[in-house]
């Protein structure tokens, strides 16, 4: 039975939440926002308009979102006055009260991420760490784990770019994951990934350990302004491999992005290359390609800010970012965290996408740092 320090512990969270919301400033924000789209020339700048509308759609979320919880808790409050009636269950309290929590937990996470680029979908890069076969098997499976996830939480996703491996797998993959937050959550996911196995494809049966790296970057939209200086940038076509019928080997719709960058801070100096073969039409790669070399101009903006922000806060807790984050180790079925030290037995859980959990310890951890 829910007991009345569960209880009292909600409603806690719940008006700390309302604290933290700024529930009362949005509700009236939110009223000043939406009078600005009543002028008669207010779709005259559609660009200006679309960003007006995606303002007032965020404020929505938060108030909708509070009254959502302020409602649950009302009812739970409720909930225990109907049991001593013999209306409800202890039973049904119980599950009230889970959901209560669920959507409490949900919210404060959500509330984690205030950083401009967390809204954002993401660009997900995995590369196969040396070792061969059993890497590139790695990678793919990492792969089908972050397809998974995005599945599971209903992202978008299409492939921009993928390398078979030689045998088995892949020895890289980029992936384009589109919906709210992918980025803020997915950022936890940047790193190196361990897995230790019986291996498949060693006769011996030995017991193997491979790295695979993933690097995440924020998926540039519309809302983000980001210079890209056109000299700079040099295409080549080629045609692309793999399956997909006779048009693929006879039409040059693979495009190759360069782009000669130049550190606005350090003056130093890179060749950064993009390849996108994610359809058949070669002017849509080259605006894919040209998307995610805004994501990676963008990034490279937000290291710095970082690196500036670690000056500043050098006593608190640094993120190391591409250090070995986390273990996959099948045989004593054990996922484990490196960073926040949360772990998992539920392996097969986990390879199928269910990494919840995992975001979670990392925002509660890391968050408050990263602001």
């Not at 792969?143 to 892949?170: F, N, P, V």
């Not at 060693?202 to 193997?208: D, S």
């Not at 350090?266 to 950064?272: H, M, S």
Request: hydrophobic residues 35%; proline residues 1%; aromatic residues 8%.
């Amino acid at each position: 039975m829910t007991t009345q320090d569960q209880l009292k512990e909600a409603l806690e969270r719940k008006e700390a939440l309302r604290h933290y919301l700024d529930v009362d400033n949005k509700k009236i924000e939110v009223e000043e926002e939406e009078l600005r789209t009543h002028v008669a020339d207010f779709w005259d700048d559609r660009d200006k308009a679309e960003a007006q509308m995606r303002k007032i759609k965020e404020l929505h979320f938060w108030i909708d979102s509070y009254e959502e919880i302020d409602k649950m808790c009302g009812e739970l409050e409720l909930a225990f006055d109907f049991v001593k009636e013999g209306l409800m269950t202890e039973d049904e309290v119980d599950e009230l009260h889970t959901q209560v929590v669920k959507t409490l937990e949900k919210l404060e996470l959500r509330n984690m991420l205030r950083r401009e680029e967390d809204k954002l979908g993401v660009v997900l890069k995995i590369n196969s760490g040396a070792g061969g076969t059993e890497s590139q098997d790695w990678a793919q499976m990492l792969m089908r784990m972050y397809l998974r996830y995005a599945e599971r939480h209903g992202y978008k996703t299409s492939i921009a770019q993928l390398l078979e491996g030689d045998e088995a797998g892949i020895k890289s993959v980029t992936i384009n994951i589109e919906g709210d937050y992918a980025y803020g959550f997915l950022k936890s996911e940047n790193g190196v990934h361990r897995l230790v196995r019986v291996s498949p494809y060693n006769a011996q049966g030995k017991r193997m350990t491979s790295f695979a790296s993933v690097f995440v970057t924020p998926l540039v939209d519309d809302t983000i302004e980001i210079n890209v200086e056109t000299a700079r940038v040099s295409w080549d076509t080629f045609r692309s491999g793999g399956a997909g019928g006779q048009n693929v080997n006879k039409v040059e719709s693979g495009v190759r992005l360069r782009y000669q960058y130049k550190d606005p801070y350090t003056g130093e100096e890179e060749e950064i290359l993009i390849e996108n073969t994610e359809t058949r039409d070669q002017p849509k790669n080259k605006e894919n390609a040209m998307r995610q070399l805004k994501s990676i101009l963008y990034e490279k903006e937000l290291n710095h800010r970082m690196e500036e922000q670690a000056k500043i806060e050098a006593g608190k807790k640094k993120i190391e970012w591409g250090s070995q984050i986390r273990s996959y180790v099948f045989d004593d079925r054990r996922v484990k965290d490196h960073r926040t030290n949360h772990q998992t037995s539920d392996v097969g859980g986990v390879m199928d996408g269910e990494i919840d959990d995992f975001i979670k310890a990392y925002l509660m951890e890391f968050a408050a740092v990263e602001q």
